[in-house]
């Protein structure tokens, strides 16, 4: 059974294999016959060929043979000539030169093999062994002269290695930093959505404040208060009731109180003129909310613009100072109060204004293609220090408030560094970096201005620190912190 249903599965297969055996089988036949008819060709040609140029080769070999034989004939004499003249030179230095050598240096190879031998091979010995010991005593002393300070050395060289540890961490902590802005920039650079070419972005729509509904409380008092008020009319208009008999209104209007009907009488009512006081304005300082006991200087978005804004304590209506088309941001407050630093894009980037409040001028310190922000005067008011991303990285620059000097970079390295902020003493900046890896405050000394003297004094891997600013005894630090909400 099984036999004939693996035949009736195999015979679909053999049927359709058929023509192909057959085809195969065909060129195999065409591909034997070529096989022959070009051996037979070949096989013929080399026949044919060997047939013309046998005479030719038979005719070279007779005349090589010739060639030889002559040669031979010729140079043989002269080669004898050489032989016996050599073995003759043989003869002569053997009997002449060496057998003479020979015998007088008998006596001294008896006296060599007899005594000498044996004496040089004892001295050699011990010269090798003499050798041998100030080798190694040379060896010794010049161990004991190289190795002591090489020793020093590699104790010297694991000192510094030693030593260098935080430095390694540090570079090691910049390397992963520097890896983790990159991811950072990387994955905001693939995630970040982008709206359609064609979409319009519709204008902000001011927020309009609704009234409060009024508390229970609220309106109860109110209502005591209504109700006292009314209580006091009522009493009041009570006590002068006996002089209203003279009081008559217009038109049929009569008292309706029995009491007072009796002597009522009709009085007409004539308006008699009064002479009214003119106000006298009397002289009052205008109050300058700038110079009020003090004033906060803050960015306000409306309608799509920000601009800078001025708060005095003790006042609740702030004052504009910037009226720009273009955003105003980071105001700082210079030492004396009579200027304000600020960065704005109102020249098509961002960069480093200084306004005097006195007069309203304005002028513009950087001028580079970089953005600039975030400016921080000195205690003399003569520098700032701010925030500037170039070459693909952002650093702390400082420049002169008048602009004769700079802009000067203050720090290099790879890591952002951003936010600063100049101590009152002078001679500290704190700013934000994230040379750890995270957002973390660092101090550089201005006495020391390089980037491996940048002291991290919060040196916290979970949080992120932004914003410092000094005490005014430059003792201590105010911050902000998001990591886990402010």
């Given at each position: 059974?099984?036999?004939?249903?693996?035949?009736?599965?195999?015979?679909?297969?053999?049927?359709?294999?058929?023509?192909?055996?057959?085809?195969?089988?065909?060129?195999?036949?065409?591909?034997?016959?070529?096989?022959?008819?070009?051996?037979?060709?070949?096989?013929?040609?080399?026949?044919?060929?060997?047939?013309?140029?046998?005479?030719?080769?038979?005719?070279?070999?007779?005349?090589?043979?010739?060639?030889?034989?002559?040669?031979?004939?010729?140079l043989r004499p002269v080669w004898l000539f050489w032989g016996r003249m050599g073995l003759a030179f043989r003869n002569i230095l053997t009997w002449f030169i060496w057998r003479p050598l020979l015998f007088i240096t008998?006596?001294?190879?008896?006296?060599?093999?007899?005594?000498?031998?044996?004496?040089?091979?004892?001295?050699?010995?011990?010269?090798?062994?003499?050798?041998?010991?100030?080798?190694?005593?040379?060896?010794?002393?010049?161990?004991?002269?190289?190795?002591?300070?090489?020793?020093?050395?590699?104790?010297?060289?694991?000192?510094?290695?030693?030593?260098?540890?935080?430095?390694?961490?540090?570079?090691?902590?910049?390397?992963?930093?520097?890896?983790?802005?990159?991811?950072?920039?990387?994955?905001?650079?693939?995630?970040?959505?982008?709206?359609?070419?064609?979409?319009?972005?519709?204008?902000?729509?001011?927020?309009?404040?609704?009234?409060?509904?009024?508390?229970?409380?609220?309106?109860?008092?109110?209502?005591?208060?209504?109700?006292?008020?009314?209580?006091?009319?009522?009493?009041?208009?009570?006590?002068?009731?006996?002089?209203?008999?003279?009081?008559?209104?217009?038109?049929?209007?009569?008292?309706?109180?029995?009491k007072f009907a009796e002597d009522a009488t009709e009085i007409p009512l004539t308006p008699t003129a009064t002479s009214t006081p003119a106000p006298t304005p009397t002289p009052w300082a205008t109050p300058d909310p700038?110079?009020?006991?003090?004033?906060?200087?803050?960015?306000?978005?409306?309608?799509?613009?920000?601009?800078?804004?001025?708060?005095?304590?003790?006042?609740?209506?702030?004052?504009?100072?910037?009226?720009?088309?273009?955003?105003?941001?980071?105001?700082?407050?210079?030492?004396?109060?009579?200027?304000?630093?600020?960065?704005?894009?109102?020249?098509?980037?961002?960069?480093?204004?200084?306004?005097?409040?006195?007069?309203?001028?304005?002028?513009?310190?950087?001028?580079?293609?970089?953005?600039?922000?975030?400016?921080?005067?000195?205690?003399?008011?003569?520098?700032?220090?701010?925030?500037?991303?170039?070459?693909?990285?952002?650093?702390?620059?400082?420049?002169?408030?008048?602009?004769?000097?700079?802009?000067?970079?203050?720090?290099?390295?790879?890591?952002?560094?951003?936010?600063?902020?100049?101590?009152?003493?002078?001679?500290?900046?704190?700013?934000?970096?994230?040379?750890?890896?995270?957002?973390?405050?660092?101090?550089?000394?201005?006495?020391?201005?390089?980037?491996?003297?940048?002291?991290?004094?919060?040196?916290?891997?979970?949080?992120?620190?932004?914003?410092?600013?000094?005490?005014?005894?430059?003792?201590?630090?105010?911050?902000?912190?998001?990591?886990?909400?402010?």
């Open positions: 059974m099984r036999q004939r249903l693996s035949r009736f599965l195999l015979a679909p297969i053999r049927i359709l294999l058929w023509p192909i055996k057959k085809v195969w089988r065909g060129l195999g036949i065409i591909g034997l016959w070529l096989r022959r008819s070009l051996g037979t060709a070949v096989f013929g040609l080399r026949r044919v060929l060997q047939r013309l140029l046998r005479p030719v080769w038979h005719l070279y070999r007779r005349v090589g043979f010739g060639l030889q034989r002559g040669l031979i004939r010729l008998a006596p001294l190879r008896f006296i060599w093999r007899r005594w000498l031998k044996r004496a040089t091979k004892a001295a050699v010995l011990r010269l090798g062994q003499a050798l041998f010991w100030l080798w190694t005593q040379g060896a010794r002393f010049a161990g004991w002269l190289l190795v002591r300070p090489a020793r020093a050395l590699l104790r010297r060289i694991a000192a510094r290695w030693h030593d260098g540890r935080p430095g390694r961490l540090r570079r090691r902590r910049e390397a992963y930093s520097r890896f983790m802005v990159w991811r950072a920039r990387l994955r905001v650079a693939l995630l970040r959505p982008h709206p359609p070419r064609r979409s319009i972005v519709a204008p902000p729509v001011p927020v309009q404040e609704k009234p409060r509904p009024m508390r229970p409380t609220t309106r109860w008092a109110t209502t005591v208060v209504a109700v006292s008020f009314v209580a006091v009319a009522s009493l009041l208009t009570a006590q002068q009731a006996p002089e209203l008999n003279r009081v008559v209104a217009q038109g049929d209007y009569q008292l309706s109180s029995s700038l110079n009020s006991g003090g004033s906060v200087a803050f960015t306000l978005r409306q309608n799509g613009d920000s601009d800078i804004y001025a708060l005095s304590i003790g006042q609740s209506q702030p004052i504009r100072l910037t009226n720009d088309l273009a955003d105003d941001r980071d105001p700082a407050w210079s030492p004396d109060g009579r200027r304000l630093a600020f960065a704005s894009r109102r020249d098509g980037n961002w960069e480093i204004y200084v306004m005097t409040l006195a007069s309203g001028n304005v002028r513009r310190l950087t001028h580079d293609a970089a953005f600039d922000a975030g400016p921080s005067w000195s205690p003399d008011g003569q520098w700032l220090v701010y925030e500037s991303y170039h070459q693909d990285n952002l650093d702390l620059y400082l420049i002169r408030a008048d602009g004769e000097q700079g802009p000067l970079r203050l720090t290099q390295h790879p890591a952002p560094d951003f936010s600063p902020s100049w101590s009152p003493a002078g001679r500290h900046i704190a700013f934000t970096s994230w040379r750890s890896g995270n957002k973390d405050l660092f101090i550089l000394s201005l006495d020391e201005a390089a980037d491996d003297a940048a002291r991290n004094v919060t040196n916290s891997p979970n949080l992120q620190e932004d914003y410092p600013i000094f005490s005014p005894d430059s003792a201590a630090l105010a911050y902000s912190e998001n990591g886990t909400g402010f």
